[in-house]
C-alpha cells in the first residue's frame, strides 16, 4: 500500500506501540483486498462486546498509549446496576463490564452503548466515508443514507478509530455499490415484522451480493432497521436498495449503475411464511418477553406502552434501549405504565450479554430473529411473532 508520511509514521512506531498496531491491522486488511492506499474517515463505530478476544485487544492498544483521533461510538455492554434489580451479576461478568469500559474510555471512544447509533448520535451524511461494525449499523449508514462504509470487525473499526483512516477497497468504491440482483416483492408488507423476515430470508435467493429490491413502498425507520439487521445476520449483506426510496436508487437504472442485474428473484408471502416457521419455537406456554435486537425505537415503547396500560403481564418483559429512548420513556411516563405492568425498560445492554444467564433453558417470545439467531448458543429458545401479537403473549402467558 502507498502510505502518507503521517501513516507511515504510525506504522514506523512513532506515535507509539499501541496506534503502530492498529495501523499495521489497517495495512494488512488493505493488502488482502488490494487496497491501494488508505483514506480519512469522519465517524466510527465499535461493535464493543465484552468478550475477552476484544477486551484483550483493547486493553492492549491502550496499554501502547493509543487514543481514538475519529472517536468511535460503541455497541451495548450490560447495564449491570438496572440488572441487578432482578438477577444475580457474577464476579467474572461483572469485572469485565468494568475493564472494557475502562479501556475504551482510555482510547477516547464514545461510550454510548447503543447498537442503533445511526439514528441518534452518530447520524452521517450521504457519501461521508466511515469505519463501522454492527450488524444492524453497516446496512442503515450504507443504504438508508448513503454513507459508505465496508463490513468492519469491532478491532477493524477500532483500528480505524485510533488512526482516522481507513484501506480505499471494498464498499468504498462506487462501481462495488450497484446492484447485484433485482428482487421483485410480491409478499403485502403488512407491518414491520415482514421486514425481519424479508431481511432473513432474502440471501437465500440472492446470495450475499447487493439486493435491489422493488415493490417496497414508503418504509418506516423501524423496517429499514429490521430489514438490515436480518439481512446481515441471515446473510453477510452491508448494502441494500429500495427502487424509489434509497438515495442510490432514484430508479432500477440507477441502482444497477446502467448494469442489468445479475439475476432476478421474486419473494412471496409463502416465503416468508416459510422463513418464520423455520426460525420460530413451537406455540405455546412462554416464560418471558425479549425485545431489541436492535435497540428499541421509542416509538416501538410507545406500542408496547399503550398495549400493556392498565394491565399486568403474565411474564416477565425486558426491552432494551439507548439512554436517550429509556430516558425519553421516563419523560413520557412509558416507562412507569411498562414497570406497573411488570415490564422492564433496560437501557445500555444488548441479549448476547451474561446478564441475561437465569434465562438460559427457558422459552421467551421475541419480534427478531437476531435476538433468536444470537441466543440459541445460549440455551434459549424464542418463538417469533409481530410486536403486537407478542406483547398480547406476555399479558396471556403463551402463545
Not at 3 to 11: D, F, G, P, V, Y
Not at 30 to 59: C, I, K
Amino acid at each position: 500500500m502507498k502510505l502518507k508520511a503521517e501513516e507511515q509514521a504510525m506504522l514506523d512506531g512513532k506515535y507509539g506501540p499501541g496506534t503502530q498496531l492498529a495501523m499495521k491491522v489497517l495495512v494488512a486488511i488493505g493488502e488482502a483486498y488490494d487496497a491501494p492506499y488508505m483514506v480519512p474517515v469522519t465517524r466510527t463505530h465499535v461493535a464493543l462486546s465484552n468478550q475477552e478476544a476484544d477486551l484483550w485487544f483493547a486493553e492492549r492498544l491502550a496499554e501502547g498509549g493509543a487514543h481514538c483521533r475519529v472517536r468511535p461510538t460503541v455497541n451495548p455492554s450490560f447495564n449491570w446496576k438496572q440488572c441487578e434489580a432482578f438477577t444475580h451479576v457474577e464476579p467474572e461478568d461483572l469485572s469485565i463490564v468494568k475493564r472494557t469500559h475502562a479501556a475504551y474510555t482510555k482510547l477516547g471512544a464514545i461510550m454510548t452503548y447503543d447498537c442503533t447509533p445511526y439514528l441518534e448520535r452518530n447520524v452521517p451524511r450521504f457519501g461521508e466515508i466511515l469505519s463501522f461494525s454492527e450488524s444492524s449499523a453497516t446496512p442503515f449508514v450504507n443504504s438508508v443514507y448513503g454513507a459508505r462504509t465496508n463490513r468492519e470487525a469491532a478491532q477493524s473499526a477500532l483500528c480505524s478509530a485510533v488512526t482516522g483512516v481507513t484501506p480505499y477497497y471494498g464498499y468504498l468504491l462506487d462501481e462495488n455499490r450497484a446492484g447485484d440482483v433485482l428482487v421483485h416483492v410480491e409478499a403485502d408488507m403488512q407491518d414491520d415484522f415482514d421486514y425481519q423476515m424479508l431481511g432473513y430470508f432474502a440471501p437465500r435467493k440472492t446470495g450475499f451480493g447487493v439486493p435491489v429490491f422493488e415493490g417496497l413502498e414508503n418504509p418506516s425507520k423501524e423496517a429499514l432497521m429490521n430489514l438490515g439487521a436480518q439481512l446481515n445476520t441471515g446473510g453477510n449483506v452491508a448494502l441494500y436498495h429500495i427502487v424509489g426510496f434509497t438515495p442510490e436508487a432514484p430508479t432500477r437504472e440507477a441502482a444497477f449503475q446502467g448494469k442489468k442485474p445479475k439475476k432476478e428473484v421474486t419473494i412471496t408471502r409463502a416465503d416468508l411464511e416459510t422463513m418464520r416457521s423455520e426460525l420460530t419455537a413451537p406455540g405455546g406456554k412462554i416464560d418471558f418477553a425479549l425485545y431489541g435486537c436492535p435497540h428499541f425505537t421509542i416509538d416501538q415503547v410507545t406500542t408496547i406502552a399503550e398495549i400493556v396500560k392498565g394491565k399486568k403481564l403474565a411474564v416477565p418483559m425486558f426491552i432494551m434501549t439507548s439512554s436517550l429512548t429509556k430516558n425519553l420513556a421516563e419523560k413520557m411516563g412509558y416507562e412507569a405504565i411498562i414497570r406497573e405492568a411488570g415490564g422492564w425498560i433496560i437501557d445500555d445492554t444488548c441479549m448476547d450479554q451474561p446478564c441475561w444467564k437465569f434465562l438460559y433453558g427457558k422459552r421467551g417470545i421475541t419480534d427478531s430473529p437476531k435476538c433468536a439467531y444470537y441466543t440459541k448458543r445460549r440455551q434459549m429458545d424464542f418463538v417469533l411473532a409481530p410486536l403486537k401479537d407478542s406483547v398480547e403473549a406476555a399479558l396471556a402467558g403463551e402463545y
